[in-house]
């Protein structure tokens, strides 16, 4: 069953983040993609050994299976949103993020510490 609360995250696909417990902390890496509900795949970081028999797929339009190669294969595991911190670019530290808007309105993730926008397109300085 679904649940009905629904989770937000200031965290995006593509941010440096860094981890602040757990057997990884104080490894950074960037965020490979959300996993609902407050959870996070980091690229290179909570890695598990997966093992894995070897199967046989069919290739759209091929008459022979091709075979995919068993063993034991490395998988980044789902990290909790609590135990990861965006990475200020100016700062190069942990920061909590705070939400902005720009001059004609539109939001922004800006840096708790110096106020430098995170992310997105940056305006351009008159």
Known sequence: ????????????????????????AGKRGS??????????????LNIAKKHQ????????????PTVEPGGIIEVAMPLALAKVAVVCPKCDRPIRLKAGRTADGKKQRLC???????????????
Not at 53 to 64: D, H, T, V
């Open 112 to 126: 708790g510490r110096c106020g430098t926008v995170i992310g997105g397109k940056k305006e351009a300085a008159k």
């Open 1 to 24: 069953m679904r649940s009905i609360y629904e989770t937000t995250t200031e965290i995006r696909v593509g941010d440096t983040v860094s981890v602040l417990s757990g057997k990884d």
């Open 53 to 64: 028999k070897p199967r046989q797929k069919m290739a759209n339009g091929s008459q022979a």
């Open 31 to 44: 965020v490979e993609r959300l996993v609902a509900p407050g959870k996070v795949v980091v690229t290179g």
